[in-house]
C-alpha cells in the first residue's frame, strides 16, 4: 500500500510539474515590450549631418573652455598640431588660464585672449568672430549648454566626454548641430587606442569573420581623484544619480566595430547594478559625511541588443579596486581580439592539435590566442594607416600613451581638408545616452529600455563605419 502510494505521489508531483514549467515557458515566451521615450519630430527644413562635410580651411582658430586636468593637457597637445591657432583660454579661476598661457609661451607662442571670473565668461569668447572651434573640457553638467551656444554662434564643437547627460540635452544637442550644419564631436579617445584601432582594421578586413559581439567598460577606481574635481561635480553627480553615467569609453569602440547608424541601429537595453559599498563608505570615513541615499551602483552591468542580431556589454566600476580595464573584447564568426588584462588575438584556423587527429577537449591550452610573435606580425601587418602616419609623433606628444594626440590630430585633419569628422553627433548621442537609459532599466526592475534612433530613421544609410582621407 505503501509503495503504491508512492507511486501515486510522484506521480501527482512529476504531473504538477511539468504543467509548473509549461505555464513558466509560456510566460516567458511573451514578448515583453521595451520601455519607450519620446523621440521628438525633426523640426520642418531641418536636415540629418550623417557624413557632414564643410568648407576647407588654411588654419583652424581655436578657443577651449575648461582648463583642469583634462584642458590644460589639450592646450599642450595643440602646440604640436599643424595649421591651428589658439585664439583664447577662458576658464573659472584666473590661474588656471595663466597656467595654459605658460604653455603657449613655453611654446614660443604668443599669449591669447583670456576669460576668467564668471560664470558666463565663456559666452563672450563664443560670441567672438575670429573662432572657428570651441574646445569643451569642464565639468559634465555644463557641456551640453556649452556645445549649442556655441554652434548658435557659428562654432564647430568639440567636446569631452560624457558630452551630455540628459535625454533631453542629447536631443537638444542634435537639433542644434542639424539646424546649425556644425560639427559636434565628442572627444572619445578611446577609439584611436592603438589595439583598439588595429584591431578595427582587421575587423574591417574580414579577419573575425562577422562580428556578433562586442564589449566593453570603464572600469577604474577613482578613490585617489575625487578630491581633485572642481566643487566636488563628478562625486556629486553620482550620489544623485544611478546607472552606467560614464559608458563612452567602452562603448565607443564598440559601436564602431557593429557600424552603428552606419548599417545597424542599437535598439533597446537591459541594466543591473549591485549595491553601492566603497563609495560610501569613503565619503564616511575620509570626509566625515553622513551617507544617506547614495544612487549609483557599485558596479552596473548593460546588456544591448542591435537590429542585426548583435549583442554589446558595458560594464561600470568607480568603486573597487580593481586594475584599470575598458574590458574590449571582440567576438567574430572567425575570431576574437581580447585587450584586457592581457592583449591577444585568436583566429579560426590556429591550431588545435593532436597526435592522433583528434583533438583533446580536455586540453584546454590547445583553445589559446595566437603566438606573440604572430600577434605582433598580424598587428604590424594591420596597422591603421592613422597609426602609420602618427604613431611615432603621437608616442612623443603624449596624452594616454598618444591617443589624445591623434584624436586631436584627426579633428583638425578633417576640418582643414571638408571631411566628415571621425565621430558625428549621432555618435555623441548614442554613446552617451546610456546614461539616462541605464537609469530608468535600473529604476524599473532592470526592464528592457528602447534606445532612440537619434537619426530619425537614417541609420542605414550610410554603409559600414568609415575614415575619411584625403584621396
Known amino acids: 500500500m505503501k509503495k503504491l502510494f508512492s507511486i501515486i505521489l510522484i506521480a501527482v508531483l512529476g504531473f504538477s510539474s511539468c504543467n509548473v514549467c509549461k505555464t513558466s515557458y509560456q510566460s516567458a515566451s511573451k514578448k515583453v515590450k521595451p520601455i519607450v521615450t519620446l523621440t521628438p519630430l525633426r523640426p520642418a527644413g531641418q536636415k540629418n549631418v550623417l557624413g557632414l562635410r564643410t568648407p576647407k580651411m588654411k588654419e583652424v582658430r581655436v578657443g577651449f573652455i575648461g582648463l583642469g586636468m583634462r584642458g590644460s593637457s589639450a592646450v599642450k597637445r595643440f602646440t604640436y598640431i599643424p595649421h591651428t591657432k589658439i585664439v583664447a583660454l577662458c576658464d573659472l579661476k584666473k590661474a588656471k588660464v595663466e597656467k595654459s598661457q605658460k604653455v603657449l609661451t613655453d611654446a614660443k607662442l604668443p599669449k591669447v585672449a583670456e576669460y576668467y571670473?564668471?560664470?558666463?565668461?565663456?559666452?563672450?569668447?563664443?560670441?567672438?568672430?575670429d573662432i572657428d572651434l570651441i574646445y569643451i573640457a569642464t565639468d559634465w553638467n555644463h557641456h551640453a549648454e556649452m556645445m549649442i551656444y556655441a554652434m548658435e554662434h557659428g562654432k564647430?564643437?568639440?567636446?569631452?566626454?560624457?558630452?551630455?547627460?540628459?535625454?533631453?540635452?542629447?536631443?537638444?544637442?542634435?537639433?542644434?548641430?542639424?539646424?546649425?550644419?556644425?560639427h559636434c564631436m565628442q572627444l572619445e579617445n578611446c577609439v584611436y587606442d592603438f589595439f583598439e584601432l588595429t584591431t578595427l582594421n582587421m575587423a574591417q578586413k574580414g579577419l573575425f569573420g562577422e562580428v556578433l559581439y562586442a564589449e566593453g567598460s570603464y572600469i577604474h577606481q577613482l578613490e585617489q581623484f575625487w578630491d581633485y574635481y572642481e566643487n566636488d561635480w563628478r562625486m556629486d553627480y553620482n550620489k544623485k544619480h544611478r546607472g552606467d553615467v560614464y559608458a563612452t569609453h567602452g562603448l565607443g569602440p564598440a559601436c564602431q566595430l557593429l557600424d552603428i547608424h552606419r548599417g545597424d541601429k542599437m535598439n533597446y537595453l537591459v541594466a543591473m547594478d549591485s549595491k553601492p559599498i566603497n563609495i560610501p563608505a569613503y565619503l564616511k570615513n575620509k570626509r566625515g559625511e553622513k551617507v544617506g541615499d547614495f544612487k549609483n551602483g557599485q558596479h552596473t552591468m548593460t546588456m544591448i541588443s542591435t537590429e542585426k542580431g548583435k549583442t554589446i556589454q558595458i560594464q561600470h566600476d568607480v568603486a573597487s579596486p580593481r586594475p584599470y580595464s575598458r574590458m574590449y573584447q571582440v567576438t567574430g564568426t572567425k575570431g576574437f581580439a581580447n585587450k584586457y588584462p592581457f592583449e591577444g588575438y585568436a583566429l579560426q584556423g590556429e591550431t588545435l592539435e593532436n597526435v592522433e587527429g583528434v583533438p583533446d577537449h580536455e586540453n584546454l591550452s590547445a583553445h589559446s590566442f595566437v603566438s606573440e610573435n604572430m600577434k605582433k606580425a598580424l598587428m604590424k601587418k594591420y596597422k591603421h594607416p592613422i597609426h602609420r602616419e602618427l604613431e611615432e609623433k603621437a608616442k612623443k606628444v603624449g596624452g594616454h600613451g598618444g591617443m589624445d594626440f591623434i584624436m586631436d590630430y584627426r579633428l583638425i585633419y578633417c576640418l582643414l581638408n571638408g571631411l566628415p569628422l571621425d565621430m558625428d553627433v549621432?555618435?555623441?548621442?548614442?554613446?552617451?545616452?546610456?546614461?539616462?537609459?541605464?537609469?530608468?532599466?535600473?529604476?524599473?526592475?532592470?526592464?528592457?529600455?528602447?534606445?532612440?534612433?537619434?537619426?530619425?530613421?537614417?541609420?542605414?544609410?550610410?554603409?559600414?563605419?568609415?575614415?575619411?582621407f584625403v584621396k
Request: proline content about 5%; some cysteine.
Open 156 to 182: 564647430h564643437v568639440a567636446c569631452e566626454v560624457p558630452a551630455a547627460m540628459t535625454l533631453q540635452q542629447i536631443w537638444d544637442v542634435v537639433n542644434t548641430a542639424e539646424r546649425t550644419q556644425k
Open 117 to 129: 571670473g564668471t560664470e558666463d565668461a565663456w559666452k563672450k569668447m563664443c560670441q567672438r568672430d
Open 426 to 468: 549621432y555618435d555623441l548621442a548614442e554613446w552617451c545616452c546610456l546614461a539616462p537609459l541605464t537609469e530608468i532599466s535600473l529604476e524599473n526592475s532592470s526592464a528592457p529600455v528602447a534606445i532612440p534612433d537619434f537619426t530619425r530613421g537614417y541609420w542605414n544609410v550610410e554603409k559600414g563605419y568609415k575614415h575619411a
